[in-house]
C-alpha cells in the first residue's frame, strides 16, 4: 500500500504533461523538455 498519488504532479504550463514537480510547487511548472527549450530560449536571448 502507498498513500502517494501519481496525480499529485503539477501539469506542464506549456505541454500539459505530467512534471516531475507536485502539484502544490509554488511558479510555473514545466517538464523536463519544455524546461530545456526554455532554458535554450533565455540562452539566446540577446
Ligand atoms: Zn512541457
Redesign the pocket.
Known sequence: MSDRNDEAFAD?V??A?PTEYPADRPGIT??P??EWQEAQRTACSG
Request: proline content about 0%.
Open positions: 506542464c506549456q505541454c504533461k514545466l517538464c523538455v519544455c
